[in-house]
Nanobody, 127 residues
């Protein structure tokens, strides 16, 4: 089992940057593929980015490609999401998630694939 704690959210102006971090408990962090999802008010939770257990497979939602970068540091049990050139439509609660599944395909973009979730961190982008 793993516990996830997100940090780094806040208020930023359009065009600005934020870096989210997700700290995982336990000694088997490298056994989990990790994902970031977000949920805006009145909308369903949506996929943002994913990274495989050793970081060799990375994917992004089309809406954030070229602006967001996911990274993981297995020695520090941490995954980060660097968000640049932010837009008001990036406003949402951002969630970190983990799965022990050995998926390398579209399933990493689906919320129900993930077994563990953090509590979320609010990101607000003002225009």
């Amino acid at each position: 089992q793993v516990q996830l704690v997100e940090s780094g959210g806040g208020l930023v102006q359009a065009g600005g940057s934020l870096r989210l971090s997700c700290a995982a408990s336990g000694r088997t962090f490298s056994s989990y593929a990790m994902g970031w999802f977000r949920q805006a008010p009145g909308k369903e939770r949506e996929f943002v980015s994913t990274i495989s257990r050793i970081g060799n497979i990375i994917d992004y939602a089309d809406s954030v490609k070229g602006r967001f970068t996911i990274s993981r540091y297995n020695a520090k049990n941490t995954v980060t999401l660097q968000m640049n050139s932010q837009k008001p439509e990036d406003t949402a609660v951002y969630y970190c998630a983990a799965t022990m599944g050995t998926y390398t395909d579209y399933r990493l973009k689906i919320a129900r694939t993930y077994d563990y979730w953090g509590q979320g961190t609010q990101v607000t982008v003002s225009s």
